[in-house]
């Protein structure tokens, strides 16, 4: 079965960055789209990012979009998120999910059928 095991949180300040990575294991890597969720307390769930299975095409939320950077690594079987210039507002729990389609020819932004367990984010003022 597949498994994400995501790692990278932390707490910050304003300002600062951090890179969140994805290990993903239990199929081939390299064929399926991946994405970036967060939830911060008492909030819905809410896109970030997305990647297609080949690296070639991203996507993100305009909140985010110039700050943030979504890539991967498929001898790896990781997937990054690159978070720079953190505002307090973003403080939330990060989710990587994978998609169940191979090979699908676009960004993929849900639903998404597999997820991690999270990690979390806090960005201090």
């Known amino acids: 079965q597949v498994q994400l095991i995501e790692s990278g949180g932390g707490l910050v300040q304003a300002g600062d960055s951090l890179r969140l990575s994805c290990a993903a294991s239990?199929?081939?890597?390299?064929?399926?789209?991946m994405g970036w969720f967060r939830q911060a307390p008492g909030k819905e769930r809410e896109f970030v990012a997305a990647?297609?299975?080949?690296?070639?095409?991203?996507d993100y939320t305009d909140s985010v979009k110039g700050r943030f950077t979504i890539s991967r690594d498929n001898a790896k079987n990781t997937v990054y998120l690159q978070m720079n210039s953190l505002k307090p507002e973003e403080t939330a729990i990060y989710y990587c999910?994978?998609?169940?389609?191979?090979?699908?020819?676009?960004?993929?932004?849900?639903?998404?059928?597999?997820w991690g367990q999270g990690t979390q984010v806090t960005v201090s003022s």
């Open positions: 990647i297609s299975w080949s690296g070639s095409s991203t």
């Open positions: 239990g199929r081939p890597f390299n064929i399926y789209g």
């Open positions: 999910a994978a998609d169940n389609a191979p090979l699908r020819p676009s960004v993929w932004y849900g639903p998404y059928d597999y």
